[in-house]
């Protein structure tokens, strides 16, 4: 089983808004993400994706 951890930086001082490369679980929050997750300024968000969003993501290959 393949489990990938996503790191997500922002360097900016502002909230900013971006896609997830897949689903999965916010690790800091503890909360289930899907599409996109709103980074405070100087904030990073650690995505555990899950192994379904990963095979969906490979099949679009």
Known sequence: ????L???LNHDRSAVRVRLAAAG?????GRGV?????IPGDGVAIVNETQA????LLSEI
């Open 1 to 4: 089983m393949i489990l990938g």
């Open 6 to 8: 996503a790191c997500y």
């Open 25 to 29: 679980m916010e690790l800091l929050s």
């Open 34 to 38: 899907a599409g996109s997750i709103e």
């Open 53 to 56: 969003a990963i095979d969906m």
